[in-house]
Structures are given as structure tokens and as C-alpha cells.
């Protein structure tokens, strides 16, 4: 069961991001990645797609620094150490780092691009 709730700040901290299954990637030649997702199927997503052509996979290309941050989507970083890990690797302040990262990860988990992997009593079991 998915939870909609709103998680608390200190609970996305604590939040494990893990990529999502599905999704295919590469790293390219510039040091980013490219993230291939798969297209949800629909019948009107069928329909369509006898009229116009609609690819089967909508592809994202990662800067160097999405791309890092794609590779500690891990199940195992929490949140917090990804923003510890973006602040030490790429010399950045570490408020800008913050909110960037919560924004980021907050759209790639809309997106179902990545989940988050949050324990009931708001502590990672595994960590």
C-alpha cells in the first residue's frame, strides 16, 4: 500500500531513496547517466499510438551531478548522507545543497522515478 502522506522533515532525512526497477540506465560519455522509463499502458496510450507513434520509453539525460546523486539512490544512503556526499564532492553550501536535493528527489519520487524507503517508526531498520 502506498502511503500519500506528507513526510515530516526529519523523516525525509532519514529516507532511503531507491531507484525504481523498471527504469533502465546508462552512463554516458560526459560522466551523467541516461534513464530510460518505461511509458505506462494504457488503452488510450494504445489508441494513440496507432495514430501518432509513441515511443515505448521516455529518456532523461543526468548532468554529473544528477548522475552521482542517481548512483547513491540505493536503498542503503539515506537522504542525509546523499546531501553529505553532493556538499564534500562538489564543494557546494550546504542550505543550497539541502533544499536542491529535497526538491529533486521530492519530483523523482512523484515521477515514480525513484521510492522512498521509510521505516513506520520514522528509523531506518536497516541503517
Keep these: 500500500m502506498i502511503n500519500k502522506r506528507k513526510l515530516t522533515r526529519e523523516e525525509m532525512f532519514l ?10 540506465w546508462e552512463k554516458n560519455e560526459k560522466g551523467g547517466a541516461i534513464l530510460y522509463i518505461p511509458r505506462d499502458k494504457s ?7 496507432k495514430i501518432v507513434f509513441i515511443p515505448s520509453e521516455k529518456i532523461i539525460t543526468l548532468d ?4 552521482y546523486m ?9 537522504v542525509e ?6 556538499e564534500r564532492k562538489f564543494q557546494l553550501n550546504r542550505k543550497e ?3 536542491s536535493t529535497l ?3 521530492k519530483k523523482l519520487a512523484q515521477r515514480r522515478i525513484i521510492g522512498l524507503v521509510i521505516s513506520r517508526n520514522g528509523v531506518n531498520n536497516n541503517g
Design 15 to 24: 529516507a532511503k531513496p531507491v531507484k525504481n526497477a523498471s527504469i533502465r
Design 43 to 49: 488503452k488510450m496510450i494504445d489508441f494513440f499510438s
Design 64 to 67: 554529473e551531478l544528477g548522475a
Design 70 to 78: 542517481w548512483g547513491l539512490c540505493d536503498g542503503k544512503n539515506s
Design 81 to 86: 548522507t546523499i546531501i553529505i556526499e553532493l
Design 97 to 99: 545543497v539541502e533544499v
Design 103 to 105: 526538491e529533486y528527489l
